[in-house]
Structure formats: structure tokens, C-alpha cells
């Protein structure tokens, strides 16, 4: 019986020291790494994109040949010869096989190469999307940054006069201006503000700049362009202005109700102080990720906007490519968008996490 006591293992006490947890190597801590992931998504989402946009391009009805050879028989020509002078005009091969076709493409992909545009011979993607997406870029980013300058007044506005007048009007007015399309403003701006009532003649605004006028950075060439972004600038203003007030609004208002501004209040400082360094930095701190996501969506939807003002943006350029079934240039347009779209998604993700660490856990 002694023997059998004293054979038996030892009781388990539970202080036994944990294991060590295994250990990584530096490719797989970079592999695992927060922003790592997060780029890694962005370019898969970025690749699956550009290869739908290959092969839809391709699903729509006719090639670049058959579209130019049909305009051409519309003046009396034959299809024969209609096709023949379209051959030698494009730079498009219907004969290339698919698979062919989506190599070329992927390789281009890879290494940044959009490829040459097929209406337009000797003109690359590259240099015919930069010719137009400044000034789409222009036009959108003066907008946002006004419209959210402008939501985030007011607001504040709307929080600190809650329940009265003042924010009764101004949440209907932001309701309002949230719920209609970008696009239906722009409609509305031409037609009652230039036609009916006689503010602007939208014929003179059509356009980036004015005939004659150089591009250049001076006042002349500054001003000229701000006078043809006026209308896309007011509608992005009016688009996204609602849904920057009501944020802002909700924010405020519980930022308001924290100890921290009941504390502000009864040490005595003054309500602008308080308004500026406790209540709008914390209300306006969970909004600033929302920023790059306000612009990136801004980018697709500026496609109808300019369509509706004659703005010469990326919008006419993809409607052109569409039309003329311009596949490299349709593909290049809407990886840049996608890719807008995805990015701003990236930027709010990783300002996200500094702001709030917890998340990368």
C-alpha cells in the first residue's frame, strides 16, 4: 500500500506556467499585420473589379468595328466598306482570340499599363483619363470639402438649438436636400435657376474652361474654372450637405450629454470654449474617417452630374467609351473609380484603428 502512495504521480496544483505562445516569424507577423490586410483586401476587391469589367465589356452587343461600321452605313455606305475603313481606323483586332485578349490585359494590369485607347489611336488610357479626371476631381473635392465645412456648423447649430425653430427647419431641409439624387439637382439647378428664373445662362457654363483661355496658375485661368465648376460644385454641395448636418447633429447632441461638459460648464468656462474644445472635437472626432468615404462614392456619382451639366469630366469620357465600345479606356475608367471607392473604404479603415486601437485586435 506504501508503495502504491508513493508511486502516484504528484496532485496537479494549477500553478503549472503557462506555455509560451509559438513562435512567429517576421514574414508572418507582416502577413498578419493589421494595415497589411487591409491593403491586401483593397487590391484583391481592386483585381476582381477589373476582370468583371473585362468580360462585361466584352457580354455588351457588337465590338468597336461593328459600332463605327453601323454609323458609317447611316450615311450610304455599304457595310463591306463601312467595316473595312473601320478595320484600318481602330486599333482593335476582332479577330484576337478571348483568352488572348484577357492576358494582355492582366499583364497590363500588373504593371500599371492601361493600355492604348481603341477609337482614339496613339492615345493611351493613361493620357486620356488624366486629360479629364482633374477636373472631375476638382469640381468633387471643393464640393465636399464646403459641404461638410458647412454640415458640421450646422449641425451644431441644430444640436445646441434642439427641439426650437431654427432646428426643426433645418432638419426637414436636410431630410430633404439626403433624400434626392445628386443628379436630380443638378436638373433642377438648370432648369429652374437658368431657365425660369434667370440666375445664370447654363449655355455659358458648359464646359471646364472658356474658349481662348490658357491653363495656367494665375487668376484669369483660376477664376474662369471656378466659374464653369459653379453648378457641379453647388450640386455636390446641396447632394451631401443634408447628411453631413443630421450626422453632425446626432453627434453633438451626445457629445452634450457627457460628464466631461457638465464638469466644463460648472468650472465656469464660456460656452464658446466649451463648444470649440470639448463638445465639437469630440463630436467631429467618430465623422473624420466618414470623410474619405463621402468622397470616394462622390467619384461614381459625378458621372451623371456631368452628363446633366455638360461638365467635361470623366462622365462624358466613360458615356463616350460605352458608346464606341472602347474597352481599354471603359476598363481603366472604372478601375479609377473602383479604385476611389476602395481607397477612401482603406483610409477610413486604418483612420479607424488609430483612432480607436481596439479594433485591430
Same mark, same amino acid.
Request: with cysteine.
Given at each position: 500500500?506504501?508503495?502504491?502512495?508513493?508511486?502516484?504521480?504528484?496532485?496537479?496544483?494549477?500553478?503549472?506556467?503557462?506555455?509560451?505562445?509559438?513562435?512567429?516569424?517576421?514574414?508572418?507577423?507582416?502577413?498578419?499585420?493589421?494595415?497589411?490586410?487591409?491593403?491586401?483586401?483593397?487590391?484583391?476587391?481592386?483585381?476582381?473589379?477589373?476582370?468583371?469589367?473585362?468580360?462585361?465589356?466584352?457580354?455588351?452587343?457588337?465590338?468597336?468595328?461593328?459600332?463605327?461600321?453601323?454609323?458609317?452605313?447611316?450615311?450610304?455606305?455599304?457595310?463591306?466598306?463601312?467595316?473595312?475603313?473601320?478595320?484600318?481606323?481602330?486599333?482593335?483586332?476582332?479577330?484576337?482570340?478571348? &483568352?488572348?485578349? =484577357?492576358?494582355? @490585359?492582366?499583364? %497590363?494590369?500588373? /504593371?500599371?499599363?492601361?493600355? +492604348?485607347?481603341?477609337?482614339?489611336? #496613339?492615345?493611351?488610357?493613361?493620357?486620356?483619363?488624366?486629360? &479629364?479626371?482633374? =477636373?472631375?476631381? @476638382?469640381?468633387? %473635392?471643393?464640393? /465636399?470639402?464646403?459641404?461638410? +465645412?458647412?454640415?458640421?456648423?450646422? #449641425?451644431?447649430?441644430?444640436?445646441?438649438?434642439?427641439?426650437?425653430?431654427?432646428?426643426?427647419?433645418?432638419?426637414?431641409?436636410?431630410?430633404?436636400?439626403?433624400?434626392?439624387?445628386?443628379?436630380?439637382?443638378?436638373?433642377?439647378?438648370?432648369?429652374?435657376?437658368?431657365?425660369?428664373?434667370?440666375?445664370?445662362?447654363?449655355?455659358?457654363?458648359?464646359?471646364?474652361?472658356?474658349?481662348?483661355?490658357?491653363?495656367?496658375?494665375?487668376?484669369?485661368?483660376?477664376?474662369?474654372?471656378?466659374?464653369?465648376?459653379?453648378?457641379?460644385?453647388?450640386?455636390?454641395?446641396?447632394?451631401?450637405?443634408?447628411?453631413?448636418?443630421?450626422?453632425?447633429?446626432?453627434?453633438?447632441?451626445?457629445?452634450?450629454?457627457?460628464?466631461?461638459?457638465?464638469?466644463?460648464?460648472?468650472?465656469?468656462?464660456?460656452?464658446?470654449?466649451?463648444?470649440?474644445?470639448?463638445?465639437?472635437?469630440?463630436?467631429?472626432?467618430?465623422?473624420?474617417?466618414?470623410?474619405?468615404?463621402?468622397?470616394?462614392?462622390?467619384?461614381?456619382?459625378?458621372?451623371?452630374?456631368?452628363?446633366?451639366?455638360?461638365?467635361?469630366?470623366?462622365?462624358?469620357?466613360?458615356?463616350?467609351?460605352?458608346?464606341?465600345?472602347?474597352?481599354?479606356?471603359?476598363?481603366?475608367?472604372?478601375?479609377?473609380?473602383?479604385?476611389?471607392?476602395?481607397?477612401?473604404?482603406?483610409?477610413?479603415?486604418?483612420?479607424?484603428?488609430?483612432?480607436?486601437?481596439?479594433?485591430?485586435?
Amino acid at each position: 500500500m506504501a508503495t502504491e502512495l508513493a508511486a502516484a504521480p504528484p496532485p496537479d496544483t494549477g500553478d503549472a506556467e503557462p506555455s509560451a505562445p509559438p513562435r512567429t516569424t517576421p514574414l508572418q507577423r507582416i502577413w498578419r499585420n493589421y494595415v497589411f490586410v487591409k491593403v491586401r483586401k483593397a487590391a484583391v476587391v481592386v483585381f476582381v473589379v477589373a476582370n468583371v469589367t473585362f468580360f462585361l465589356g466584352r457580354a455588351m452587343p457588337g465590338d468597336p468595328i461593328d459600332v463605327m461600321a453601323g454609323r458609317l452605313t447611316q450615311s450610304g455606305m455599304s457595310m463591306n466598306e463601312a467595316r473595312a475603313i473601320a478595320t484600318n481606323s481602330l486599333a482593335y483586332d476582332p479577330d484576337a482570340p478571348l &483568352y488572348q485578349q =484577357w492576358w494582355e @490585359f492582366f499583364v %497590363g494590369l500588373l /504593371t500599371f499599363d492601361l493600355g +492604348g485607347t481603341i477609337n482614339r489611336p #496613339g492615345l493611351s488610357v493613361t493620357e486620356a483619363i488624366g486629360t &479629364y479626371l482633374p =477636373w472631375t476631381l @476638382f469640381s468633387i %473635392g471643393v464640393g /465636399t470639402l464646403i459641404a461638410i +465645412g458647412l454640415g458640421l456648423t450646422l #449641425g451644431m447649430v441644430m444640436a445646441y438649438r434642439r427641439n426650437r425653430v431654427v432646428d426643426h427647419v433645418l432638419s426637414v431641409l436636410a431630410s430633404v436636400l439626403g433624400a434626392v439624387p445628386n443628379y436630380l439637382i443638378a436638373m433642377v439647378l438648370v432648369v429652374g435657376g437658368g431657365m425660369y428664373l434667370g440666375w445664370f445662362n447654363p449655355i455659358e457654363l458648359r464646359g471646364t474652361v472658356s474658349p481662348g483661355v490658357q491653363p495656367g496658375f494665375d487668376v484669369v485661368f483660376i477664376g474662369d474654372a471656378f466659374y464653369h465648376a459653379a453648378l457641379p460644385i453647388l450640386t455636390y454641395v446641396l447632394a451631401i450637405i443634408g447628411t453631413w448636418m443630421l450626422v453632425m447633429k446626432a453627434s453633438t447632441t451626445e457629445v452634450l450629454g457627457e460628464d466631461y461638459v457638465t464638469v466644463a460648464r460648472a468650472r465656469g468656462l464660456r460656452d464658446s470654449r466649451i463648444a470649440t474644445a470639448y463638445v465639437g472635437r469630440n463630436a467631429v472626432l467618430p465623422l473624420v474617417a466618414q470623410i474619405a468615404i463621402s468622397f470616394g462614392t462622390l467619384v461614381g456619382g459625378a458621372i451623371f452630374v456631368e452628363q446633366v451639366l455638360v461638365y467635361k469630366g470623366v462622365g462624358g469620357l466613360l458615356l463616350d467609351a460605352v458608346n464606341y465600345r472602347d474597352y481599354p479606356l471603359l476598363q481603366g475608367l472604372l478601375i479609377i473609380i473602383t479604385s476611389c471607392v476602395v481607397i477612401a473604404n482603406l483610409v477610413s479603415d486604418l483612420l479607424y484603428s488609430r483612432l480607436d486601437p481596439r479594433i485591430q485586435k
